[in-house]
Each structure stands twice: as C-alpha cells, then as structure tokens.
C-alpha cells in the first residue's frame, strides 16, 4: 500500500497498545515502524536495476523481518525513554513487532507481489483484492487516530478510537476479497459463453476502489483483457481485448540474468513490444492507464530492455507518457458505478503494424 496508509496503521496499532502510557510517542513510534519495512526503496540508489527488482518487497517484508527488527527498535525505545510510563520492554516490542509485521500482510492484498516467507522461498505472494491506494481502507485509521490523539493521554476512549479505526479498516480489507469472488464469475461465466480458452486467469482491482475489476486471462499465445463492475448491469456482455505476448522477440536474451529476473517478476503476464528500434517488456499485471476502459496501450510497469554488443543485457524501468485528463477520473467513477459499461469497441493488436487498434467486436464474439 502506499505510504500514507502504513504510517496510518502503524500508528493505530502504536495508539492500541500504548496511547494511554506515552500519549502521542505511541502513535509516533508506531508511525515510524510502520514505514521501515518500505526503506529498502533506499538499495535502488546503490543496486542495479536488476538486482533492486528482487530486493524490493524482500526481506524487510518477510515475516522473520519484523521478529528480528522489534527487539532492536524496542531497546532502542526504551533507551531513549527508559521506563516512562511503566513502558516494558515487553509492551515496546508488542508495540513495533505488530506495526512491523502488519505492513507486509496489508501488502499481501495487493497486487505487486510480497516475499512474504523469505528467505525460503522468493515467490512474491499477492491476493490481489486492493488497489495500492484505497481512501476507504486509508481514511478510518485517519479519522480514528485524529479522534484519540485530540484526548488526554488517560482516556479510555483513545484505545476505544485506536479499535474502531483498525476494526473498520480491516472489516473492508475482508470485504474486497469477497467483491473478488463475486467478480470472477462474472468473468468466467462470459468467457465460457464466448468461447474463449484459456489457461490461467488473474483478476485484478480497479483504481481506488474494489467495485471495478480487469480480469487478465491467459491463452496460448497472448491474453485478453475485461472490465466489471459488481454494479453493471449482467445483460451486458464483457468485451475482450487482445494483447499477444511476442515472446519470440526476447527468446535469444531470455537465458539472460535481466529477463529471467522480468519473467520471475511478472509471473508470465507480459507482453513485449518494439518501438523506436528498442523492446520493452511490459507487466500486465499492472495493466495501461486507461485499462479500465479498454485502452490497453500506455503501459504502467514497463521495462526497456538494453542490449549493447559485448555487455550483459539489462533493463531500466521508464514511464510511458501518457496524457493525464479530468474526464478520465469521471469516466472512472461513471465506469465504476456502471453508469456506463464496456466500450463499444475493443483494442486487438495488429502484427503488420505492431500497435494495438481499436476493432469492433462481431455478433460471434458477443453473443
């Protein structure tokens, strides 16, 4: 999730275990051990690419991280404050092992990947049921802290605003994982009506909120790509774009430490394209700016591959342009909501231009 929001229920769960012993401190502490695990962000400045892709959401998001790092913090506490307030090391180290260890599991809903068992598996587990950034999830544990940090420190009701807040949270975190199993039937029921094989399919959730949902379904040679809404209206059909994944361009680099590293990153969902005589390797897990209405283009995560005669092939990320309009965030809310649906027509790719194209679909492929 994004920063904001770790420091948040780092700092609630600071709040729930000694805001009426340290008052404020508590909240802060939490805060800052909230966002400790996130500091490996700090290795892209010394690593490369390459390594810094593996690094990221690694071991400081492990569930050993937090058993080793909260007795540190909590000595370190606890020599900076001694024994204010009857503060135990006991209460300092429930205090940090809980605001350490809950950033990696609220990551584990969303969608980049968690290592969360390293080191004995480096597999990034994701259940994929938020966005990055959910004000719905974000704002109880805002408005909670706001209520207790505003009492004195004895209050009763600190605690009673610190249990609110991470009960309102987390009963919504709970919630979109039940909107994701709603949605997937939506999505397989409508390939299955449209005769579409395939053979695994990832379901991702749209910006800001859980109603929305990209289903990324993958087939032999590429993957189609649908929106729903948990408030469309089921008479109408889920359009499927088509996205090959080119895989025979990177097949003489694919033994490659750089692309073995992408494929490991992306778990296969990928697509590569040519432009300006150079590949980039794109995560469609991710999806495009305007996936969500069918405009699978402008890349998120993409990766230009470099490849220079004698050197190793490696990679950097860069940012797509992309053309950031007002209409789109209203477009957004109204496609969320279902006020309006798929788009009439669909982006398929065109091998003889090596671009994506918008395409109507026929009677056969609706119906």
């Not at 909670?144 to 009963?171: C, M, N, Q």
């Not at 090596?354 to 609706?366: K, V």
């Amino acid at each position: 999730m994004d920063s904001l929001t770790q420091i948040a229920l780092g700092a609630a769960f600071g709040e729930l275990v000694a805001g009426r012993k340290i008052g404020y401190k508590a909240a802060l502490w939490g805060g800052i051990a909230g966002t400790i695990p996130d500091l490996d962000v700090l290795f892209g400045l010394i690593l490369d690419p390459v390594d810094y892709l593996h690094i990221h959401r690694g071991f400081t998001h492990s569930v050993f991280f937090s058993i080793l790092a909260a007795p540190l913090l909590a000595l370190l506490a606890r020599k900076i404050h001694g024994k204010a307030q009857g503060m135990s090391f006991k209460t300092w180290f429930t205090l940090f092992y809980l605001a350490l260890l809950t950033h990696p599991i609220l990551d584990l809903f969303t969608g980049y990947g968690t290592q969360f068992l390293y080191p004995f598996t480096d597999y990034a587990f994701e259940f994929n049921t938020i966005f990055i950034i959910d004000p719905l999830y974000t704002l109880p544990l805002l408005i909670s802290l706001i209520f207790a940090l505003r009492l004195p420190k004895e209050s009763h009701r600190r605690t009673r605003y610190a249990k609110i807040g991470l009960l309102v949270s987390t009963s919504y975190l709970l919630l979109t994982v039940a909107f994701k199993w709603a949605a997937i039937p939506a999505f397989t029921s409508e390939l299955e009506r449209q005769n579409i094989s395939y053979e695994r399919m990832m379901t991702i959730p749209g910006p800001f909120n859980s109603l929305l949902w990209r289903a990324l379904v993958e087939t032999e040679t590429g993957y189609y790509q649908g929106t729903f809404s948990l408030l469309d209206s089921r008479r109408k059909p889920i359009v499927f774009s088509y996205v090959p994944r080119n895989e025979h361009k990177i097949e003489h680099i694919k033994s490659s430490r750089a692309i073995e590293r992408l494929l490991w990153f992306s778990k296969g969902y990928y697509h590569v394209n040519e432009q300006d005589g150079n590949l980039y390797f794109n995560d469609l897990r991710f999806g495009s700016y305007n996936s969500w209405m069918g405009d699978h283009t402008s890349f998120i995560f993409a990766f230009r591959i470099d490849e220079e005669p004698g050197e190793e092939v490696a990679f950097e990320q860069v940012q797509m342009p992309v053309d950031v309009q007002w209409k789109d965030f209203r477009n957004l809310f109204a496609r969320t909501f279902g006020m309006i649906h798929h788009p009439e027509t669909a982006y398929v790719f065109e091998e003889t231009t090596n671009r994506l194209s918008y395409q109507t679909p026929t009677d056969s492929e609706i119906n």
